[in-house]
Nanobody, 124 residues
């Protein structure tokens, strides 16, 4: 069993930056593809960014390309999402997810573990 805990959310002004972290328990973190999702009020959950187990491959949804960077530190069992030039439409609850079967985390992949989420609010 893997537990995922997100942190780093909060309130930021438009144009600002924020870094989210996803800390994982368990000794097999380095073998999982990992992804970030978000869900805004009244909207469906949306894939944001994904990473392969070795961080050799990344995948971003179009709306965050060039602004967000996903990374991981397998020695620390932690994944990150660096968010720059934030916009009010980035406001959402951000959750991380892990897949035992995917090579690269993608929007339509199957995920086995989910975190509880952290709120990100971008004011205009």
């Amino acid at each position: 069993q893997v537990q995922l805990v997100e942190s780093g959310g909060g309130l930021v002004q438009a144009g600002g930056s924020m870094r989210l972290s996803c800390a994982a328990s368990g000794r097999t973190f380095s073998s999982y593809a990992m992804g970030w999702f978000r869900q805004a009020p009244g909207k469906e959950r949306e894939f944001v960014a994904g990473l392969s187990w070795d961080a050799g491959y990344t995948y971003y949804t179009d709306s965050v390309k060039g602004r967000f960077t996903i990374s991981r530190d397998n020695a620390k069992n932690t994944m990150y999402l660096q968010m720059n030039r934030l916009k009010p439409e980035d406001t959402a609850v951000y959750s991380c997810a892990a897949s035992r079967t995917l090579v690269l985390a993608t929007p339509t992949g199957k995920y086995d573990y989910w975190g509880q989420g952290t709120q990100v609010t971008v004011s205009s």
